[in-house]
């Protein structure tokens, strides 16, 4: 049977990708969208888009326009000012469900038994759910998140974008004691990466889905190409989709983590207690490695499925 997930995201290249994973791989009861990437009303937009282009009936909820303290952050260089560069943008014409994902969270984990949250941006909405309605914490079968990194970050040195960006989420979240925590990092991600070749199958495939995720890779894998000197762009999000729908394709290790969120060269990083002996008790199954051709199978197949 699916696993039965909502998926809070902030598309994004690769979330948009999650997207079409998780619509194939998952049961999504919902998509919640918060501010990271770009801007809510952004973010909520490219959902909508996504599902519109890939005839995907998920009710969209908007969430968070903003981090618990610090400030909103975008990530332009990456994703362009759209969220979504690339492609020339088709015009959407579904809405939203409603504008309130935190209350989405809340009532689908309590109706539904076994719910996971797959959230692939910055935490907020996941964290302002556990705050307003902490029964909710031991309802859901499990949270698998893409964020984070066992090394170095891509914002700063230490910090990965979606735990930057809202650290203070993200540490409500770490310290939630959820009963199953995944973290797909930035160490695991960089393992699952997209190239020329596939690109170019997908274009040649024909089907306007796949044409028009070929036409956002290449917009991210220039970007990569430019920051990274990379010849292949790291599916981030997806990692999360499949540590829930594919749990064998991952090693996994687990570790007690935390969240820096004041430290000045710091904040945002995931503290990984990696210790020899360490006494601390692990809160996390964090992933270290992954078994790339098959997930990148499962891509490839997910976004050929939908035309
Ligand atoms: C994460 O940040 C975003 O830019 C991506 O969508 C991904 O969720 C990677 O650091
Ligand atoms: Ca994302």
Excluded at 128 to 142: C, M, N, S, T, Y
Excluded at 154 to 171: G, K, L
Aim: glycine share 8%; with cysteine.
């Amino acid at each position: 049977m699916s696993p039965k997930i909502i998926l809070d995201c902030d598309p994004g290249h690769d979330d948009a990708v999650a997207i079409l994973l998780a619509a194939r791989e998952c049961d999504v009861l919902a998509i919640t969208t918060v501010s990271g990437n770009a801007p809510l009303h952004l973010t909520t937009a490219n959902a909508l888009l996504m599902c519109e282009l890939a005839g995907l009936d998920i009710p969209v909820h908007a969430g968070a326009d903003c981090p618990l303290v610090v400030p909103a952050a975008h990530a332009p260089r990456a994703h362009g000012e759209t969220g979504l560069d690339g492609p020339p943008r088709p015009s959407v014409h579904t809405e939203a469900a409603s504008a309130d994902a935190v209350g989405c969270i809340i009532s689908t984990v309590r109706t539904h038994d076994d719910v996971w949250l797959v959230p692939v941006g910055p935490l907020t909405n996941v964290a302002l759910a556990f705050r307003q309605a902490p029964d909710i914490v031991e309802r859901v079968a499990g949270i698998s998140l893409m964020g984070g990194a066992v090394g170095p970050g891509n914002v700063t040195p230490s910090a990965e974008f979606n735990i930057w960006a809202d650290p203070h989420a993200a540490q409500i979240v770490f310290r939630s004691g959820a009963q199953v925590l995944r973290m797909a990092g930035l160490n695991l991600t960089h393992q699952l990466c997209l190239g020329a070749e596939v690109i170019a199958a997908l274009r040649a495939d024909g089907g306007t889905v796949p044409a028009f995720m070929a036409d956002l890779f290449d917009f991210y894998l220039a970007g990569y190409r430019e920051r990274a000197g990379l010849e292949a762009a790291p599916m981030h999000d997806p990692c999360a989709v499949l540590a829930v729908s594919r749990p064998e394709l991952f090693t996994f290790g687990a570790r007690h983590v935390d969240v820096e969120t004041e430290g000045g060269l710091t904040r945002g990083m995931t503290v990984v207690d990696e210790r020899p002996g360490t006494e601390a008790v692990p809160n996390c199954e964090v992933a270290y490695a992954i078994d790339t051709p098959t997930a990148l199978d499962l891509i490839v197949d997910a976004v050929r499925s939908h035309g």
